[in-house]
């Protein structure tokens, strides 16, 4: 069965420093892998996608598929940046019903 | 707020009790899921429908629970017999066919005492 493990609950970092959230997956087939957040008060909504290849407010994420992780990474962490942040998997069969992490709560301090 | 709606926001029913939540989804997309979400964990999947048809049951979807999407527009989720172990926000999400964005609802938080 398909896993997604956040080994952090927590992450506290001060402004300016870089950030990385780490991401782990277990599925034998090829997945597609999410970055979603949660501001405070705010719905779960999408930060990234691994296809899109994207930076979405400064984050990047590379899909490792020989150390099957997904970590994500920001280089200058901003206070806004503060949140929840929940790692997703698609298994490849289109359903697109998200196998999620734990989630990591980022705190950025001025 | 033209996004997915989810009413009630808050429940609290006494155990043994039968509650009922609405899912509005984005108007055109078809695709609909439900998921649950305990306290410290990710959201966990419970189903989802394509249109009026429910594809996919998680075995965390008990007898005590069904949904509907009775005309492929809203959908309703219904726990019978409510446990103290339902007590869970319980999250909607929707999407197009083919997209591989869900966009999700504010939820409804499920207090069962």
């Known amino acids: 069965a398909q896993r997604v493990t956040q080994p952090e609950k927590l992450l506290s970092v001060f402004k300016g420093a870089p950030v990385e959230l780490k991401c782990n997956y277990s599925y034998s087939g090829s997945p597609e892998l999410f970055w979603y957040v949660q501001y405070s008060r705010q719905r779960l909504q999408l930060l990234l996608r691994?296809?899109s290849r994207e930076s979405i407010k400064g984050f990047t994420a590379d899909l490792n598929k020989g150390e099957t992780s997904f970590h994500l990474k920001k280089p200058f962490a901003q206070e806004e940046d503060s949140a929840m942040y929940y790692c997703?998997?698609?298994?490849?069969?289109?359903?697109?019903?998200?196998?999620f992490g734990s989630g990591t709560r980022l705190q950025v301090q001025p | 707020d033209t996004g997915v709606s989810q009413n009630p926001r808050h429940k609290i029913t006494k155990r043994g009790q039968n509650v009922t939540f609405r899912c509005d989804p984005i108007s055109e997309h078809n695709r609909l899921y439900w998921y649950r979400q305990t306290l410290g964990q990710g959201p966990e999947f419970l189903t989802y429908f394509q249109n009026e048809a429910q594809l996919e049951k998680s075995r965390l979807l008990s007898d005590r629970f069904s949904a509907e999407r009775p005309k492929g527009s809203f959908s309703t989720l219904e726990i019978q017999r409510t446990e103290q172990g339902d007590s869970a926000m319980y999250l909607c999400a929707s999407s197009y066919p083919g997209g591989t964005e869900a966009f999700f609802g504010q939820g409804t938080r499920l207090t069962v005492v």
């Open positions: 691994h296809i």
């Open positions: 997703a998997l698609d298994m490849d069969t289109g359903r697109r019903a998200l196998t």
